[in-house]
């Protein structure tokens, strides 16, 4: 990977935060954009700007041609076995929602039970303590290692007879830890359950393949991947997505109406009720291509290196705590002694340096490591380690602002 050449591509990243070049350390929350996807925007909006799927005019058929040549692209990018099975979504909150609401709705009842995680975003938490509430069935959580892994003995013992959900996300937001999904989709099949993998950390960052994985629904977001905002895809088997009910009616998801009754239209339509998120999935099909070209491969060796790095040089700070597993994605999250990490990402900010702070969405995770919040550092292919120098150098001034706690 030629890094240097890669951070010319985003325009974003060139220019003084604060009087200081900046460093940006927070891609697991949003990531960048290329400046191949700002123009791929700037050209549909520009040039054939129009509704999909309606219209027989040239305008109407280009947009449609893009809109369905990006789901295409998404297809092969995780390869689905169809782009039946390829549903935009406004991103891994609603196709994590749009499954507990009609998979779990129609297929839960008393004394079924969901699995998830303590690791879990929100966004795969609530939405199953929702569908639970509603159904009666019971949700359990598998128990995490003490260094922020899953074994999967405690897999197999937590999943049962009764279990007709597994949800669990493949990397964690917040530790780093990559979970062996593809052996619980196992252990799930095998008692008769579904898999859904929230994949909004994963693939942005390394080669998904959703048949090699088994999973029966995986769910992530363009904004993470180097793509627009309010895009994201939901995967789903078509055996499954068959069966599911839509969630939301209305213009473009309908076969026929009548005045008492309506029909569907056929996957993956049938899911996109309304005007489509037509630019977005455009911008979501120049992402793609971007890191195509790069290499996800690439792209994941690169990340875990600058992972290994920082908590080398980071781990030379007196009071420095890292949270998270030795194996992991691209990302640190820390605390330095008894500074709050808001007040330590205030005085890295001073610095020109972004990270995150906070319970990032994940406060049964937080209630798990006996903190209220904690920083982090994510990488993506942009960053470098004068990056990660900048900031264990921000760290530092961080510790002589606050020098009475040390």
Not at 211 to 230: E, I, N, R, V
Not at 282 to 309: C, M, P, Q, S
Not at 310 to 315: D, F, H, L, N, P
């Amino acid at each position: 990977m030629d890094v240097k050449a890669i951070r010319e591509a985003f325009p974003v990243l060139h220019q003084e935060v604060n009087g200081h070049p900046l460093v940006y350390l927070d891609s697991s929350a949003t990531s960048q954009k290329p400046i191949k996807v700002i123009e791929k925007l700037d050209e549909y909006y520009r040039g054939y700007n129009s509704n999909v799927h309606r219209g027989v005019h040239t305008l109407g058929t280009r947009a449609t041609d893009e809109y369905e040549g990006a789901r295409e692209k998404v297809r092969r990018f995780i390869n689905a076995s169809s782009t039946e099975e390829v549903i935009f979504t406004r991103g891994t909150t609603t196709a994590i929602n749009t499954v507990a609401v009609s998979y779990g709705r129609a297929n839960l009842s008393e004394g079924d039970e969901v699995i998830i995680t303590p690791m879990e975003h929100h966004s795969n938490i609530i939405p199953w303590q929702q569908i639970v509430k509603e159904t009666g069935a019971n949700l359990k959580y598998i128990p995490l290692q003490p260094d922020g892994t899953i074994r999967i003995e405690d897999v197999k013992e937590t999943i049962t007879p009764k279990t007709k959900i597994v949800a669990v996300m493949h990397v964690s937001n917040v530790l780093g830890t990559i979970n062996p999904v593809k052996e619980i989709a196992r252990v799930a099949h095998e008692q008769g359950a579904v898999m859904l993998v929230d994949g909004a950390q994963s693939v942005p960052h390394m080669s998904i393949d959703v048949q090699d994985l088994d999973a029966d629904f995986y769910a992530f977001s363009g904004h993470k991947m180097c793509g627009p905002t309010g895009v994201g895809v939901l995967y789903g088997k078509k055996s499954l997505l068959d069966k599911m009910e839509p969630v939301e009616f209305g213009g473009e998801m309908i076969d026929f109406v009548n005045l008492y009754d309506s029909t569907w239209k056929e996957l993956p339509w049938k899911f996109e009720g309304g005007t489509p998120i037509i630019a977005g999935a455009v911008g979501l099909g120049a992402a793609i291509d971007f890191l195509t070209n790069i290499g996800l491969d690439e792209i994941r060796d690169h990340e875990e290196k600058l992972a290994a790095y920082a908590i080398q040089e980071m781990s030379k700070l007196d009071g420095m705590k890292i949270y998270g597993p030795d194996q992991r994605a691209g990302l640190v999250t820390f605390n330095l002694a008894d500074v709050h990490p808001h007040d330590l990402a205030t005085v890295l900010d001073a610095e020109g340096i972004a990270v995150r702070a906070g319970h990032h969405c994940a406060q049964p995770l937080m209630r798990w490591l006996d903190v209220s919040a904690t920083a982090r550092a994510s990488f993506y292919l942009y960053n470098t380690e004068e990056d990660i120098d900048r900031l264990v150098a921000g760290l530092q001034t961080t510790k002589e602002y606050f020098g009475d706690v040390f």
